[in-house]
T-cell receptor
Framework: NAGVTQTPKFRILKIGQSMTLQCAQD?????MYWYRQDPGMGLKLIYY???????DKGEVPNGYNVSRSTTEDFPLRLELAAPSQTSVYFC?????????????FGPGTRLTVT | AQKVTQAQTEISVVEKEDVTLDCVYE???????LFWYKQPPSGELVFLIR??????QNEISGRYSWNFQKSTSSFNFTITASQVVDSAVYFC?????????????FGTGTQLKVEL
């Protein structure tokens, strides 16, 4: 299993540009998440999904959009990039049954908006 | 609302010293789960342990041990005989059962530096 994969690893955007951060998992997990991590801070939840076709806002959703058309993929869209979106973005996934509630994280995408 | 506090921003120790990382949490849920994750300099997040609110037994795994005390809402993490490879940021996290989605609330992390 590859686990949770994210692309790209690094990206520099100009203000106002748009991009999609890709996330995929091959563990057949129902739940998927997007977090951002700012320097010296913990992770903040942007959006999450409990299954294909179902998404919901987390703590910091403004400026982002998501979709979940398949169990495996959960892309995060930035429509009009702003410097405040400079951060490291982590995708994660988890089961929702039994005791297997750990979230498994991807390697992260480091995004800089200038 | 849920909250996780890691008051220690940064800790520096010399190799072979023992070190304890503190974690204090707040939740109104009677059932909840606590986690520790490690983030080494390479940046990935590595799951270390999960503890549920019904299980206050302390856990030991090699040089790592965890002390869960509901009376003080704390879930502290101790590394015995620290090594340079333990240098990382350590995050404590909390998941309640209300609200759905298995959402985690993270603390701000403790940067541990282990020097020779």
């Amino acid at each position: 299993n590859a686990g949770v994969t994210q692309t790209p690893k690094f990206r520099i955007l100009k203000i106002g540009q748009s991009m999609t951060l890709q996330c995929a998992q091959d563990m057949n997990h129902n739940y998927m998440y997007w977090y951002r991590q700012d320097p010296g801070m913990g992770l903040k939840l942007i959006y999450y999904s409990v299954g294909a076709g179902i998404t919901d806002k987390g703590e910091v959703p403004n400026g982002y959009n998501v979709s979940r058309s398949t169990t495996e993929d959960f892309p995060l869209r930035l429509e009009l990039a702003a410097p405040s979106q400079t951060s490291v973005y982590f995708c994660a996934s988890s089961h929702n049954r039994g005791r297997d509630y750990e979230q498994y994280f991807g390697p992260g995408t480091r995004l800089t908006v200038t | 609302a849920q909250k996780v506090t890691q008051a220690q921003t940064e800790i520096s120790v010399v190799e072979k010293e023992d070190v304890t990382l503190d974690c204090v949490y707040e939740t109104r849920d009677t059932t909840y789960y606590l986690f520790w994750y490690k983030q080494p300099p390479s940046g990935e997040l590595v799951f270390l342990i999960r503890r549920n609110s019904f299980d206050e037994q302390n856990e030991i795994s090699g040089r790592y041990s965890w002390n869960f005390q509901k009376s003080t809402s704390s879930f502290n993490f101790t590394i015995t005989a620290s090594q340079v490879v333990d240098s990382a940021v350590y995050f404590c996290a909390l998941r309640g059962v209300t609200g759905g989605g298995n959402k985690l609330t993270f603390g701000t992390g403790t940067q541990l530096k282990v020097e020779l």
